[in-house]
């Protein structure tokens, strides 16, 4: 069964590739991804900091630290959790992107729009807890600044620069490329963006690489 064309919804396509939620929303509303008020994101204060509860499929509760002048720009859209195969859980929203674009959703990551980076930019949580996006704990490096921390691209890596990450154009999504082998095994999994992928690369090189490095 073909699933609904909206990034992340596991739901069966019934109309125009939408399942019959999305597509309520798309007919009344203009926009499938519209989300009432009452159904945002629940926010809330606990020991002096700000906490953006999101709950996901498995009915896991995830606490996300958040800076209260960012709670009306967080507020505008709803938001869930992405846990990747290797690394840790992070948090991102999906906007609609027309009928006439190429892809009907993109992926909107809560660390980038809170910080407003550019393409070309990276974030990085300063603790390493990657649920904290309070905007104390928030960095942006440029890609020169972030290749200080690397031990080197591969020689033969040309297209990001990123140890052990490719970028695959012919991939329709998740165009970036984790490979790296352990011993007689290869590992490798795909990502949408160069940042995850660096990141997830970094942490396999020093699970399996730190005692060379």
């Not at 064309?5 to 596991?10: N, P, R, T």
């Not at 209260?68 to 195969?85: A, T, V």
């Amino acid at each position: 069964m073909v699933k609904c064309v909206i990034e992340h919804c596991e739901r069966d396509a019934k109309t125009r590739g939408y399942c019959g939620r999305h597509y309520q929303s798309l007919n009344k509303h203009g926009d499938p991804l519209y989300v009432e008020k009452s159904k945002l994101n629940k926010i809330y204060k606990e020991n002096d900091v700000y906490i953006m509860e999101i709950t996901n499929r498995k009915k896991e509760v995830f606490k996300v630290k958040i800076s209260e002048e960012c709670i009306p720009q967080i507020q505008e859209r709803k938001w869930y959790i992405i846990i990747p195969k290797k690394g840790f859980p992070y948090v991102a929203s999906s906007k609609y992107m027309g009928l006439d674009s190429k892809y009907n959703t993109k992926t909107v990551y809560l660390h980038r729009y809170l910080t407003n980076a550019k393409d070309d930019d990276y974030v990085d949580h300063k603790n390493h807890d990657s649920l904290d996006y309070r905007m104390d704990n928030l960095i942006i490096k440029t890609n020169q600044e972030n290749s200080l921390n690397r031990k080197g691209a591969n020689s033969n890596n040309k297209s990001t620069g990123v140890r052990n990450v490719s970028h695959i154009p012919v991939y329709k999504n998740r165009r970036y490329v984790v490979q790296i082998r352990v011993g007689g095994n290869k590992f490798m999994d795909r990502f949408e963006t160069l940042e995850e992928a660096s990141k997830v690369a970094e942490e396999m090189r020093e699970k399996y690489y730190s005692k060379y490095l």
